[in-house]
């Protein structure tokens, strides 16, 4: 085959996948319909998922070339058009543009929504809770740093919940308009610093490492210094058109935990987890109790996370926040939010999600 001859071949597919990509939307829209028409929720996390994975079972079946992860980029943009098509979908996050709260979000809902910077948690809660944007997306996690306590906390007095979860692969780049080899600063957000310090130490010896007070920017003093660099996201690199130098190695990634916020919990799928509010009065062998409930009923717990409980001077409550299997609806939870509430422990559901079956990266 020549290359015309390919050339003309790969146009007769593309006119195919074109024809078809707008028979697709044309039945996404009919769905949109019967969904609006029944109060149901567009965005359904559980069934991308399962969607998700059903297309790539279906590559690997035809011994495709494309790799889970191209698969999974591909569809999520033609879901995207999907869901800009039938409501405008709006989506709130903890900014700047370029943070990796930002990356996040558009790698979970494409390119085709529309998206809010918000510069605090506060500022996410508010957008969501005023229906001016259907979703916010918000940190709660990190396997270096911890719990994102905030983000807890403000859900705790927030009649929001968390509608679904987003693991992600952090990968941290250096990005600048000058080359490696003229690199005399780069300037990173402390805890990326932290992060990074040998392997920039490494890569770049002869550079100085200047705290900034976000990554967002550190991307400025790279756009506008003459020989400065930034630690940032490639999203980061994108907006203000810089180079990418370096992607930090397997040894200095890390994994953190996203939540997409929303006005309620999103149905159960068979494979969820849900997220608890447990008060109780801090006496020896609180926290076993609760743990004891859970395990008579075979619940898995998770993750535990302790915190303080607001306006308690003398330290007399305490307050966890539980990650357990299951969903809320499930009888094994219900029984034992009943045997919790009978103990006089004060529980809220936070939300039930899908458990995420994969780890999102760029």
Known sequence: MSLEEARQKIDAIDQQLIHLLNERAEMVHKIGEIKKKD??????????????????????????????????????????????????????YLGPAGSWTHQVAINKFGNSVS????????????????????????PIEHSTEGAVHHTLDRLVDSPLQIYAEILWKVETVVMSKTDAAQVTVIFGHPQMLAQCRPWLARCFPAARLVESASASLAATHAETEPGAAAL????????????????????????ARFIILGRRSGAPTGHDNTMLMVHARDRVGALLEVLQIFARRNVNVRQIENRPVPGDCEGVQARFFLEVSGHHEEAPIQESLADLAAL????????SYPAPGWIEER
């Open 232 to 255: 940032g996201t490639p999203l980061g690199a994108e907006l203000h058109a810089l180079k990418v130098l370096a992607a930090s190695p397997g040894e200095h990634t890390s994994r």
């Open 39 to 92: 109060g149901l929720d567009i965005y359904v996390p559980g069934r991308e998922e399962k969607l998700l994975r059903k297309l790539c079972e279906l590559n690997t079946a035809q011994n495709g070339k494309l790799t889970e992860k191209a698969i999974r980029a591909i569809f999520r943009e033609i879901m995207s058009a999907a869901l800009a098509l039938e409501n405008s979908l709006k989506i709130a």
């Open 344 to 351: 006089g422990s004060t529980v809220k559901v936070l939300g």
């Open 115 to 138: 998206y809010v910077a918000e510069a605090s948690t506060e500022g996410v809660f508010a957008r969501v809770a005023a229906q001016e944007t259907d979703y916010g997306v918000l």
